[in-house]
Structure formats: structure tokens, C-alpha cells
């Protein structure tokens, strides 16, 4: 009985254990190698999704959506940077470092980050994505795409992630606030039609290791937004 409850006690502690974002980052990391996708709930505090919603809404860069034409009714702006750039991305856009710290892979060297907001007639039609094509015309998809919920109303109407290989489904998303996904870049997915008058934000991050002839060919930092003119 002794030993019973001290296990029992032990099993308290250890659920008391407060994660850290290494510690989410490394769970997801894992898993995402052996799974099409994988979640976490509630992987960052209240402050940080306040402060990553005001600065998305607030940025000076949001527009109708800069992104091809899969991405039906939506708005954003989105990204390209290197891994060694990731300071300036967190200096010009402060409230995007929680996320970056959270859910970026130290194993990969280049990045395109966009928010996708999403409201009523919105809708995502399947692609597999490989933004970057626009600076190398042959690339494989990303290793892995990461996507955190910023903003979900709880009465949305559609809205939900459905991926797929092969024409089979291998996962389906309902999304809620402060969820991380992982799924893996070759896969193809879509987001359902919002059906109803909500505003619906997410964060995706398309997460690429290129060799040294494909990293030269895609810029250090640069933003894309319909409000640039080039």
C-alpha cells in the first residue's frame, strides 16, 4: 500500500510539471516523424495569443491574401527568411517570437511564415504546399508545416483542416484556440468553408531544409504583401 501511494504521488508531480515550449517543440518533433500529423493544446499563454491576434489585425502588411488561388476570400501577408535571419524576423515582427520560439525546427534552414485569416465564404482548396516555387521553380515540399489557431470563435461554422495522401484522408482538424498542428509538407490538405459571420485566424509556418544550391537561390529576409509595390 506504501509504494501504491507513492507512486500515485509521484504520478501527481509529474502531471504538476509546468512544459516548456522546448519541451512541446521536442513531443511534436517526435511524433511528427512517425504520424501525418500531430497536435498540442494550449501551448501558449493567454498574453502571447493576445499580443500574436493585435499584431496580426494591427500589421501594417495585411491585405487580401498575396497567396495563389487556392486561398479563397482570405487575407494576410506572408514571410520568406533564412534560419539566420530569424532575429531580424523577431525584430520586425515582435509579436510573432513566442510562436517562432514554439514551433520553428532548428534542423531546418528556411522558412515561409504567413497568418490566414479566414471570415464568412472563406474557404482553402487542396494543395500541397510549396511556396517558395516562387524563387526555385523545382522544391520539394517542405519538411513539415506547422499551423497554431490564434483565433477560433467557438460558434464557427466550418473552417476545418482535412488532409489527405494519396486521395485517402489521413486526418481531419477541428480547429481550436492555441492549438499547434504539425502535419508532414508532402501532404495534401484543405480547409473547409466558413460558413458564418466569425473571424478566424491561424499561423502557418511551411518548414524547409534545402541544400546549399536552393538556399542560395531564395532571398535572406523578405516580406510579401499586396500593400508592397515591386
Given at each position: 500500500?506504501?509504494?501504491?501511494?507513492?507512486?500515485?504521488?509521484?504520478?501527481i508531480s509529474e502531471?504538476?510539471?509546468?512544459?516548456?515550449?522546448?519541451?512541446i517543440?521536442?513531443?511534436?518533433?517526435?511524433?511528427?516523424?512517425k504520424?501525418?500529423?500531430?497536435?498540442e493544446?494550449?501551448?501558449l499563454?493567454?498574453?502571447?495569443?493576445?499580443?500574436?491576434?493585435?499584431?496580426?489585425?494591427?500589421c501594417?502588411?495585411?491585405?487580401?491574401?498575396?497567396?495563389?488561388?487556392?486561398?479563397?476570400?482570405?487575407?494576410?501577408?506572408?514571410?520568406v527568411?533564412?534560419?539566420?535571419?530569424?532575429?531580424?524576423?523577431?525584430k520586425?515582427?515582435?509579436?510573432?517570437?513566442d510562436?517562432?520560439?514554439?514551433?520553428?525546427?532548428?534542423?531546418?534552414?528556411?522558412?515561409?511564415?504567413?497568418?490566414?485569416?479566414?471570415?464568412?465564404?472563406?474557404?482553402?482548396?487542396?494543395?500541397?504546399?510549396?511556396?517558395?516555387?516562387?524563387?526555385?521553380?523545382?522544391?520539394?515540399?517542405?519538411?513539415?508545416?506547422?499551423?497554431?489557431?490564434?483565433?477560433?470563435p467557438?460558434?464557427i461554422?466550418g473552417?476545418?483542416?482535412?488532409?489527405?495522401?494519396?486521395?485517402?484522408?489521413?486526418?481531419?482538424?477541428?480547429p481550436?484556440?492555441?492549438?499547434?498542428v504539425?502535419?508532414?509538407?508532402?501532404?495534401?490538405?484543405?480547409?473547409?468553408?466558413?460558413?458564418?459571420?466569425?473571424?478566424?485566424?491561424?499561423?502557418v509556418?511551411?518548414?524547409?531544409?534545402?541544400?546549399?544550391?536552393?538556399?542560395?537561390s531564395?532571398?535572406?529576409?523578405?516580406?510579401e504583401?499586396?500593400?508592397?509595390?515591386?
Amino acid at each position: 500500500m506504501k509504494n501504491n501511494i507513492i507512486n500515485q504521488e509521484n504520478e501527481i508531480s509529474e502531471l504538476e510539471i509546468p512544459r516548456t515550449l522546448k519541451d512541446i517543440k521536442a513531443n511534436l518533433l517526435t511524433q511528427i516523424v512517425k504520424k501525418f500529423y500531430c497536435l498540442e493544446k494550449n501551448v501558449l499563454s493567454d498574453k502571447s495569443i493576445e499580443t500574436l491576434e493585435k499584431g496580426i489585425l494591427t500589421c501594417k502588411y495585411l491585405d487580401t491574401n498575396n497567396l495563389n488561388r487556392d486561398f479563397i476570400s482570405t487575407k494576410g501577408f506572408s514571410i520568406v527568411f533564412k534560419s539566420k535571419f530569424i532575429d531580424k524576423v523577431k525584430k520586425e515582427f515582435p509579436f510573432f517570437e513566442d510562436y517562432i520560439d514554439l514551433a520553428l525546427d532548428d534542423g531546418c534552414n528556411a522558412f515561409y511564415l504567413n497568418p490566414l485569416i479566414m471570415s464568412n465564404n472563406s474557404r482553402v482548396d487542396g494543395h500541397i504546399d510549396r511556396s517558395l516555387r516562387a524563387y526555385l521553380k523545382t522544391i520539394d515540399p517542405p519538411s513539415y508545416v506547422s499551423v497554431l489557431y490564434v483565433k477560433v470563435p467557438e460558434n464557427i461554422q466550418g473552417g476545418e483542416l482535412s488532409i489527405s495522401h494519396n486521395k485517402k484522408s489521413v486526418g481531419f482538424v477541428k480547429p481550436s484556440k492555441n492549438t499547434l498542428v504539425y502535419f508532414q509538407g508532402h501532404l495534401n490538405h484543405s480547409v473547409s468553408q466558413v460558413k458564418n459571420d466569425i473571424t478566424r485566424i491561424s499561423l502557418v509556418c511551411e518548414q524547409y531544409y534545402l541544400n546549399e544550391r536552393e538556399l542560395e537561390s531564395i532571398p535572406d529576409f523578405i516580406v510579401e504583401s499586396r500593400k508592397l509595390k515591386y
